[in-house]
């Protein structure tokens, strides 16, 4: 005990050190760089020499260190002598300097010449490189010591107490006193640094300290804190859920369901992938035919519903513990939606929640940060999040089983090859399994065709058919149409289907348009013409719905097109609906300062005229979706209750091309700022919506408003 207390005595006296010898340097440099600048602050520095005389002092060895039995502190002994050397060269080299009376004429002018000649630019430099140096040695040499000290049992947080003790308890030369939370953070960025570096793993070994149950339990909601974000569970709550029966072929045997397409084989047996010890299984198919829907179906049923696949599941996992985890990538989404970031962070959270015994396993950096000081506040980098989600996945590998679904690797932003090796790499552990979905594409095919897959339009045939006939047979018009020609009305459905070529997206819009025929009226000949007049390829289908808008609203729906492709993440609805007002720059700027908070019932009002437009201009390609739960409170949020959102990514795809975003610019018979429109509206909705917010949610959602704000000016 007393040789530690000797080593931290010494430690005290280096920080005390490097914290003069950086000051006195930057102080020089300034002086070289600035001219007089600085010259009185350094003046002060030189009427502290004796301070750094004491220093000196403290910087000797003691006696209970210079032994032989001292070899564990060997190295902070040698950075020890090193600064004490250095100090030696400091005075001397201060007593050259002939100070003038600080009263005398001239005496700025006259150090700073004296100080020219002492201390050369190029000494300069060394001294703020030797500082530099030292300076990380001391942080390895002082976290090896608050480690050992830790390892005592009872000792956790010892790293904040000996750092009160050191710098608040009066061993410190008052002058050079220390902020204590500044060397703490620099302890804790070096544990991230050292914990992945095999050059200072002498040093930087990992702590044992104990913790009690309680204290594991609040590292762990710590962690999941972190981990969290708002937008979490967003994509796959926007998924719609399938109709009964719908997607119940994927647990069943193929061989029940003889393909329907010609020259294509039967998929990949989904169930006996589950039960088996193939690791991976690949789910494609063209856009709009439902990938997502059914990985939904997979991956989260309803709560109240048996999960078709968890006996498969624990068949594999054979008495091991079996770890279920779901990502969806969303392009339309946030950022955090279509990256890495947001794909580690949510698998570690879900992870976590079901095994919180192996979080001090996976995130070492973390979890010595809260064993020596109580909490980490660093902030997480891709290469930590990757690192934890690969510990956690390899982790007891003889304990554990994970099963990943990851839907929409299409929509990721980033290298889609880059993304297939991560893939690849969590499976380097025999102990995971992961079922993924995409578009056919080459990268995608390339690595996963010879694996166990489904393409899914070609196996979707009576799922579309149940789909169309529950439409069509709860719409009034359809049941009248059954009544007067029933032969016409099953041909009709045969029809749909065939023309689908297994899209489901193609199959709701279609069948959207025949149900406006039926209201209208439509006889045979028309439902018939109706339905042959629609394309078959997606995009020129969008391309015939905007040809049917009604010319007296083509200009507002170019507006609010523009509106929609400006923002990076799905808007408000009310936030859209001061968008689109007109005045609503003027009204913006108005409103920071004065305008009275919306009641309740404008704020539905305003919500629901803004739904009816939307319906009647862009005839289905943007919709209204919600309304959303507040992910981080679990509270219905009146900040952001409905969103405006693009009926499929292909839908935004579309508008985004240049030829269509030329179209649309070619009918504004103003000028149209959508970004102008969208800051102004962020203004208005900060000072008429948001201070009905309180707390956290106040505070969390004036960041957003501000940062999109800011965003849409620039």
């Known amino acids: 005990m007393a040789e530690a207390a000797a080593a931290f005595a010494l430690a005290a006296s280096i920080v005390q050190f490097l914290d003069f010898g950086a000051k006195l340097a930057s102080k020089a440099w300034r002086i070289h760089q600035n001219g007089q600048d600085g010259v009185d602050e350094l003046l002060d520095i030189h009427d502290t020499t004796k301070d750094l005389t004491e220093i000196l002092t403290q910087l000797r060895v003691p006696d209970s260190l210079d032994t032989q039995a001292s070899t564990d502190h060997s190295g902070l002994l040698s950075l020890a002598n090193s600064c004490q050397a250095v100090a030696e060269e400091l005075i001397e080299l201060l007593g050259t300097v002939k100070l003038p009376h600080r009263w005398q004429p001239g005496r700025r002018a006259a150090l700073k010449a004296a100080l020219k000649i002492v201390l050369k630019e190029g000494e300069i430099r060394s001294l703020h490189e030797r500082i530099d140096y030292f300076r990380q040695q001391l942080t390895l040499h002082l976290l090896s010591l608050i480690k050992q000290s830790s390892s005592e049992p009872g000792r956790n947080q010892a790293g904040s107490l000996i750092l009160e003790k050191m710098f608040l308890g009066g061993s410190i030369v008052s002058s050079a006193r220390l902020d204590t939370k500044v060397l703490r953070n620099s302890l804790v960025s ?92 690949w789910i494609t198919g063209k856009a709009g035919s ?24 624990r068949d594999w996992a054979a008495g091991h513990k079996l770890v279920v985890s779901s990502f969806f990538f969303w392009n339309s989404g946030e950022l955090i939606q279509k990256t890495f970031e947001g794909l580690f962070r949510t698998l570690l959270f879900q992870i976590l929640e079901q095994c919180p015994e192996i979080v001090p396993y996976i995130m070492p950096p973390r979890w010595e940060s809260f064993c020596l000081f109580g909490g980490c506040d660093e902030k997480w980098s891709d290469g930590e999040l990757r690192a934890a989600l690969q510990l956690a996945v390899s982790h007891d590998p003889d304990s554990f089983r994970y099963c990943l679904f990851i839907d929409g690797l299409d929509e990721f932003e980033g290298d889609h090859k880059y993304l297939t090796s991560f893939l690849k790499s ?195 390609l943007l919709e209204v979706s919600g309304p959303f739960i507040d992910s981080i409170s679990g509270q219905s949020s009146p900040y952001e209750c409905y969103r405006v959102e693009y009926l499929h990514r292909t839908v935004r795809e579309f508008l985004q091309k240049p030829s269509i975003k030329t179209r649309l610019a070619t009918v504004l018979k103003e000028p149209f700022d959508p970004h102008l429109r969208l800051c102004a509206a962020y203004l208005s909705y900060a000072r008429r919506v948001s201070p009905s917010l309180q707390g956290e949610a106040r505070l969390r959602h004036l960041s957003s408003e501000v940062r999109l704000c800011l965003y849409h000016a620039s």
């Open 426 to 620: 969590l499976l380097a552990s025999p102990n995971v399994k992961i079922c993924a979905s995409s578009r056919p594409w080459i990268v995608f095919e390339d690595e996963f065709a010879l694996k166990p897959h489904l393409k899914l339009e070609h196996i979707t045939y009576d799922d579309i058919k149940r789909c169309v006939t529950s439409r069509l047979e709860s719409d009034p018009g359809y049941l009248k149409l059954e009544l007067r020609e029933p032969e016409y009305a099953v041909a009709l459905i045969g029809d749909i289907i065939t023309r689908s070529s297994g899209v489901f997206l193609w199959v709701n819009i279609v069948v959207s348009n025949l149900i406006k025929g039926f209201t209208e009226g439509d006889r045979v000949s028309d439902i018939q013409r109706r339905l042959e007049s629609l394309p078959l390829d997606l995009e020129q289908l969008y391309d015939k719905i905007l040809q049917g808008i009604d010319p007296f609203y083509m200009e507002h729906t170019a507006q609010l097109f523009l509106l929609r492709n400006a923002c990076p993440t799905p808007p408000d609805l009310l936030l859209f609906s001061f968008a689109d007002e007109p005045g609503t720059t003027e009204e913006g700027c108005r409103d920071l300062e004065g305008g009275a908070l919306l009641s309740s019932q404008v704020k539905t009002a305003k919500e629901e005229a803004m739904r009816r437009r939307i319906n009647s201009r862009c005839l289905g």
């Open 190 to 281: 070096e544990i991230f640094k050292t914990t992945d570096n095999a050059t200072f793993s002498h040093i930087a070994s990992p702590v044992t300290v104990t913790v009690t149950p309680d204290q594991q339990a609040d590292f762990l909601q710590a962690i999941l804190r972190q981990l969290d974000y708002a937008t979490m569970d967003d994509r796959d709550g926007r998924i719609l859920e399938p109709d009964q029966e719908t997607f119940e072929w994927i647990f069943r045997d193929p061989a029940e369901y003889p393909s329907r397409v010609a020259g294509h084989r039967q998929w990949s047996h989904f169930g006996e992938w589950l039960r088996s010890d193939s690791q991976l299984y």
């Open 290 to 313: 439902g990938k997502s829907t059914l990985m939904k179906y997979i991956a989260c049923p309803e709560m109240d519903e048996a999960d078709p696949k968890d006996p498969e599941l």
